[in-house]
Structure formats: structure tokens, C-alpha cells
């Protein structure tokens, strides 16, 4: 009996891959544990490896075809092979059986349609009326390949004509990660009621206090200490306080998670990725900072694992490295919120009725209002603040 390979669950967020490319072609035989496809997402680009020993009968789904999470994208049998790989093929077991009739590609037409089971499969799932297929290549044997050129024919009459290109323009199409990282957030904005408050944060006892310890962190820790692992640690603070901030909305049900694990954006020069920071309320700044550190490492080499991008509950975005203020961040579907952190500057601000130069930063938290109430957001935004204002106590958590 033949061997489903699928499109795996890499995580809560994930919910299709692209593939980017088949390392075996149909008839080879592979050894459990082998590499046969690699699976791009918005997130990380994973290897599939065999999961029995035999021979790869049939690839279901060409590179660059979007699969869905669970959706089978090959099959392997035995070594010696369960279905003739050249001419006429055997269905797979699970494959139904269609009658003769049924296969008519019109009523005039006085014989039946030659079509492999695997066409047939293939036509099932995306719903296309074998007659119209015979149809269109008459007197052919219908095979995978026909079925895949007549959903292309069809996708390309309902496209609206292009606009030429430019010779000013520079064109590209948008594909892998990038077309599904596009796709999952134009999801979210659409499925969260997102709504997104910001508070004020004087950062100048963190400022001061990271610049005492950076020296110690780096030489005994070997670490560069941000201010990162300070706002992770007082996301924790918050969520404490209100773990609906932590929660997801799962159909009719909100699930609670009860370990605090904080995704944390990555800008890879090429496209984002959100590596996750696991149970941050049960960590110190030192354990947090080396984790943000190698994760971020690991991101930019992409040698994330799928590990490394599961489970997050919520996310933190720090923009302010690369001098940005203020932004209304899109929720890392299916979290409930995100935190964005803005640049670190010295301004002028009031205290006790002078004007002092201060280091300032903008917080500016996501949320979605579906199952976060204003009140629950703002007072969750002000524990962090408070926290950040007052960092000793964060390395005492």
C-alpha cells in the first residue's frame, strides 16, 4: 500500500507552504530519512524527508505549487514498485473507482476516456469536470499533466489582461516567502478587529543601566545586551496581569496559553521571520538575551529549525533600529496581539515643571478587539511601561 507523504503542521500560524523544489523524481527510490522536497513558508524553509523506504510512485504537486497543511504531495510505495511507472498506472488503493461513463468526455463521443487515476484524484480535488479536460485534448490519454494545463488555461481567462511593463520598471513576481508571507498578513488584517493604542516609555534608567552592564554581559556571557530582552521580560509582567494578551481565538472558543512564549520579528534583508523565545517569564535577562541572540543569528543564516518558529503566543517587533517612531503593527495571526517598539531618543519632556532632556520611546501595542477589551490593552501597555521604567526589577524577575 502506497505511502502518503503531506504538507506537515509547522505551526499554529502556518497554514500552507510553497514548494520550492523536489530533490527525487518519480521512479526513484528512496531510503527512509532521505530528503525529497524542500517546503518553503513566510517563516522557514523545511526539508521533508522520507518516512518509509520504497520507490516515489507519484509527486502530486509540482515546485512552486501552495499546498496546504495536511494536503498529500506524494506517494511511496514498495521498492519494486506498486504501479507501472510508464505506461497504463494503477490507482492507489484509496483511489474511487470511476466508470466508463462517467469518463465520456461528451455524450456523441462512442468511446471512453484513457485517464490515469492519479488524473482523476488530481481533477476531484479541484474540481474540474473530466468531459471538459477530454474536451479539450481529444483522442489524448488524460494524465497530470493535461489536468494541470487546463487549470492553468482556466486561471488565465479569468486574469485581467496586463498592463505592459515599462522599460523604467523593474519586475517581480511575487512568489515564495514573499507571496505567502503577503497572503497571511492580508488574512489577518481581515479576520482581526485590530485596534492599536501607544504609550510614552522614559527609558533613561534602561539606557543607563544597559550601558553599566554591557561590558559585564559581553565578557561573561558573551553576549551584546540589547533593550530587547528588557521589553520581553516586561511583556511577561503584563501578561501576568492580563493573560488575555497571551490568548487566541480559536473558532468559538478562547484558548488561554499558559506559558509565556514571545515571537520575535527578524528582517533577514529578504524577507521576515519570527523565531520564538519560549517560556520568557521563566527566564532572566541573561537567558533571554542569548536566546534572542542565537535566534536571530540562526534567522539570518536561515538555519532556523521548525522548532525555532512554533508555539508563539505573541510577538514582539523592534523597529526602532532602524529609526522608526511610531506604526500600527498587523497581528501575527492567530495571536491576539503584538508589541512594536520604536527608536530610543533624547527629548525634551516636563518633569516637576522643567524641561529635561530625556531618552524617550514609543510602545505601540496591537490588538485584536474581538477578545481584548480597550481597558484589559491600555492597562497591559502601562505594566510594561512601568516595568521598562523602572529595569532593576526586571533583573530580579
Same mark, same amino acid.
Given at each position: 500500500? +502506497?505511502?502518503?507523504?503531506?504538507? #506537515?503542521?509547522?505551526?499554529?500560524?502556518?497554514?500552507?507552504?510553497?514548494?520550492?523544489?523536489?530533490?527525487?523524481?518519480?521512479?526513484?527510490?528512496?531510503?527512509?530519512?532521505?530528503?525529497?522536497?524542500?517546503?518553503?513558508?513566510?517563516?522557514?524553509?523545511?526539508?521533508?524527508?522520507?518516512?518509509?523506504?520504497?520507490?516515489?510512485?507519484?509527486?502530486?504537486?509540482?515546485?512552486?505549487?501552495?499546498?496546504?497543511?495536511?494536503?498529500?504531495?506524494?506517494?511511496?510505495?514498495?521498492?519494486?514498485?506498486?504501479?507501472?511507472?510508464?505506461?497504463?498506472?494503477?490507482?492507489?488503493?484509496?483511489?474511487?473507482?470511476?466508470?466508463?461513463?462517467?469518463?465520456? #468526455?461528451?455524450?456523441?463521443?462512442?468511446?471512453?476516456?484513457?485517464?490515469?487515476?492519479?488524473?482523476?484524484?488530481?481533477? *476531484?480535488?479541484?474540481?474540474?469536470?473530466?468531459?471538459?479536460?477530454?474536451?479539450?485534448?481529444?483522442?489524448?490519454?488524460?494524465? *497530470? *499533466?493535461?489536468?494541470?494545463?487546463?487549470?492553468?488555461?482556466?486561471?488565465?481567462?479569468?486574469? #485581467?489582461?496586463?498592463?505592459?511593463?515599462?522599460?523604467?520598471?523593474?519586475?517581480?513576481?511575487?512568489?515564495?516567502?514573499?507571496?505567502?508571507?503577503?497572503?497571511?498578513?492580508?488574512?489577518?488584517?481581515?479576520?482581526?478587529?485590530?485596534?492599536?493604542?501607544?504609550?510614552?516609555?522614559?527609558?533613561?534608567?534602561?539606557?543607563?543601566?544597559?550601558?553599566?552592564?554591557?561590558?559585564?554581559?559581553? *565578557?561573561?556571557?558573551?553576549?551584546?545586551?540589547?533593550?530587547?530582552?528588557?521589553?520581553?521580560?516586561?511583556?511577561?509582567?503584563?501578561?501576568?496581569?492580563?493573560?488575555?494578551?497571551?490568548?487566541?481565538?480559536?473558532?468559538?472558543?478562547?484558548?488561554?496559553?499558559?506559558?509565556?512564549?514571545?515571537?520575535?520579528?527578524?528582517?533577514?534583508?529578504?524577507?521576515?521571520?519570527?523565531?520564538?523565545?519560549?517560556?520568557?517569564?521563566?527566564?532572566?535577562?541573561?537567558?533571554?538575551?542569548?536566546?534572542?541572540?542565537?535566534?536571530?543569528?540562526?534567522?539570518?543564516?536561515?538555519?532556523?529549525?521548525?522548532?525555532?518558529?512554533?508555539?508563539?503566543?505573541?510577538?514582539?517587533?523592534?523597529?526602532?533600529?532602524?529609526?522608526?517612531?511610531? +506604526?500600527?503593527?498587523?497581528?501575527?495571526?492567530?495571536?491576539?496581539?503584538?508589541?512594536?517598539?520604536?527608536?530610543?531618543?533624547?527629548?525634551?519632556?516636563?518633569?516637576?515643571?522643567?524641561?529635561?532632556?530625556?531618552?524617550?520611546?514609543?510602545?505601540?501595542?496591537?490588538?485584536?478587539?474581538?477578545?481584548?477589551?480597550?481597558?484589559?490593552?491600555?492597562?497591559?501597555?502601562?505594566?510594561?511601561?512601568?516595568?521598562?521604567?523602572?529595569?532593576?526589577?526586571?533583573?530580579? +524577575?
Amino acid at each position: 500500500m +502506497a505511502a502518503e507523504i503531506q504538507m #506537515p503542521n509547522l505551526g499554529l500560524s502556518i497554514a500552507e507552504g510553497t514548494i520550492e523544489k523536489w530533490l527525487k523524481k518519480e521512479g526513484d527510490v528512496v531510503e527512509k530519512g532521505d530528503i525529497i522536497v524542500v517546503i518553503m513558508t513566510e517563516k522557514v524553509t523545511v526539508e521533508i524527508p522520507a518516512e518509509v523506504s520504497g520507490r516515489l510512485l507519484r509527486i502530486l504537486h509540482p515546485a512552486g505549487a501552495i499546498v496546504k497543511v495536511g494536503e498529500t504531495i506524494a506517494l511511496i510505495g514498495g521498492a519494486e514498485g506498486e504501479a507501472e511507472m510508464g505506461g497504463q498506472t494503477a490507482a492507489p488503493p484509496s483511489s474511487p473507482a470511476v466508470s466508463s461513463s462517467a469518463l465520456r #468526455p461528451e455524450p456523441r463521443e462512442s468511446r471512453d476516456v484513457r485517464i490515469s487515476p492519479l488524473a482523476v484524484k488530481i481533477a *476531484k480535488e479541484n474540481g474540474v469536470d473530466i468531459r471538459e479536460v477530454a474536451a479539450r485534448f481529444p483522442g489524448q490519454k488524460i494524465g *497530470k *499533466k493535461e489536468i494541470f494545463d487546463f487549470i492553468e488555461s482556466k486561471k488565465q481567462k479569468i486574469q #485581467p489582461p496586463e498592463i505592459p511593463s515599462s522599460p523604467d520598471e523593474e519586475v517581480h513576481p511575487l512568489t515564495g516567502p514573499i507571496r505567502v508571507m503577503a497572503e497571511h498578513m492580508a488574512a489577518s488584517a481581515q479576520t482581526a478587529a485590530r485596534v492599536t493604542t501607544m504609550a510614552e516609555v522614559d527609558m533613561t534608567d534602561l539606557v543607563k543601566l544597559r550601558a553599566a552592564l554591557k561590558e559585564k554581559f559581553k *565578557k561573561d556571557y558573551n553576549v551584546s545586551l540589547t533593550f530587547v530582552p528588557f521589553v520581553m521580560k516586561a511583556m511577561g509582567e503584563g501578561i501576568n496581569a492580563f493573560p488575555i494578551l497571551n490568548a487566541s481565538l480559536r473558532k468559538d472558543e478562547i484558548v488561554l496559553h499558559r506559558a509565556v512564549h514571545i515571537g520575535i520579528a527578524v528582517d533577514t534583508g529578504q524577507n521576515l521571520l519570527v523565531p520564538v523565545v519560549r517560556d520568557v517569564n521563566k527566564k532572566g535577562i541573561v537567558d533571554v538575551s542569548r536566546e534572542v541572540q542565537q535566534l536571530t543569528g540562526k534567522a539570518r543564516k536561515s538555519a532556523l529549525s521548525v522548532q525555532d518558529i512554533q508555539g508563539g503566543t505573541i510577538t514582539l517587533t523592534n523597529a526602532g533600529v532602524f529609526g522608526a517612531l511610531l +506604526a500600527t503593527p498587523i497581528i501575527h495571526q492567530p495571536q491576539s496581539a503584538i508589541l512594536w517598539m520604536g527608536k530610543v531618543m533624547e527629548m525634551p519632556v516636563v518633569r516637576e515643571g522643567q524641561i529635561v532632556i530625556r531618552s524617550m520611546m514609543y510602545l505601540c501595542l496591537s490588538y485584536d478587539h474581538r477578545i481584548i477589551m480597550g481597558a484589559q490593552a491600555v492597562q497591559f501597555l502601562q505594566i510594561v511601561k512601568k516595568n521598562l521604567e523602572n529595569p532593576a526589577l526586571l533583573l530580579l +524577575a
